[in-house]
Each structure stands twice: as C-alpha cells, then as structure tokens.
C-alpha cells in the first residue's frame, strides 16, 4: 500500500458541473465557478502598501509568483501577483494595482481562483476535494461511521469531518496514512483505522 493518503488541498469544478460547484468549508458555502479552482482564500488585509493575508488551499504554494494571475471572488476579478512571502502559516500577497489598505480590505475575504488549465498533476494516492466530500466511511471491520462533510485544513494535515449516520455528531478523522487504509472512488466509499478512543469523545 503505498503511505501518502491524502485530497489535494485544491478544490476543483467538475466538468459535469453546469454553472459552479458548491463546497463547505468551515460551514460555510463557496461557489467554485466551473472551470476554475480555489487556490486560497483572503483572511484580511496586512500593511498600509496593499498586502492581504492570503489561507492556502494549495499543496502548491509555489505556484504564487510573481507575475501569475489570479481571479478573485465569483465576479472572476483578474489581478497579477505582484510577489507573495510567507506569514505565519499562511501567504502575503502584493496585488497589482492594488496599493493601498483601504484597496485591499475593499477585496474582503473573497477566494482566489485559478483556471482548471493551470492545474498541477496529482500524484499516487491524492485526490481533488470534490471526490473526498460526499464518500462513506467504514472501519476495517465494516462498521459504518458516516459521510465525509467537510476537509479542514490545518497546516500539518487535513482532518476529514464525517457525519454520523445515527446522530448530528461529527467524527474528526486525520488523513494519514496510518488511519486511510483505502479510497475508492467508484463505489464511493473509504475505509479507515480509528486512532484509539475517537469514537469515545
């Protein structure tokens, strides 16, 4: 089996989406406008020149350069990456033409978006966003535990939030190698290893 068990941290449309695909992130719903993907998220404005802090949603967070284009909110507003550095776990992004505070607060906490054609190719064993959200999940030992709501992006790994058949209770499970023992995705279904006590908190 191989060790890397994990949804890339980017969120595609899928193709079969008429207009936009709806994601949940932290409860909250995205429109991911179909074609494109979300790459990051700005959490706030930075300094008086016109930074934002920008989340990442992007195992890629190289691919923010100087020069690369991004489109930001679901208008798909086109700016050019001036230069971005990193910001206590997150990214500090110069926007062209974007120069000011007041300019950058007026961007909100809009997501940042990236067409499908810029997309960078998975490796083995990691998967879109879109495939993990909706798959059920059983242990080893074929017990039923839920569906998979939602990823949660922590910095050291995601977390997937599995909904419980039987209650309103959310099980939080690591996407580690250790705990996803197998992903599939035609019959829509995962398979996982409990850390010991998960089910009792």
Known sequence: MNQKRKPTTEHKSPTAAPASQIYYHRNEAVTIPDGYL??????????????VR???????????????????????????????????LQLLVKLDGVDTRN????LGREWLFIPETDVVDLEDDTYWVHDIIGLQVQTEEG?????????????????YVIK????????????????????????????????????DE
């Open 164 to 199: 419980a058949l039987d209650s309103e209770r959310e099980l939080l499970v690591p996407a580690i190698a250790d705990v996803v023992q197998q992903v599939d995705l035609a019959a829509k279904r995962m398979t996982v290893r409990l850390l010991p006590g998960i089910l």
């Open 54 to 88: 920008v989340e990442l949603h992007t195992d890629f967070p190289e691919r923010f350069v100087p020069g690369m284009v991004v489109y930001i909110g679901e208008s798909l507003a086109e700016y050019r990456v001036d230069y971005a550095r990193p910001h206590k």
């Open 143 to 159: 017990q039923e535990l839920g569906v998979i709501s939602e990823v949660l992006f922590t910095g050291a790994n995601e977390v």
């Open 38 to 51: 979300a790459v990051g998220r700005i959490t706030t404005a930075h300094s008086l020149k016109g930074e």
């Open 103 to 106: 300019e950058a607060e007026a």
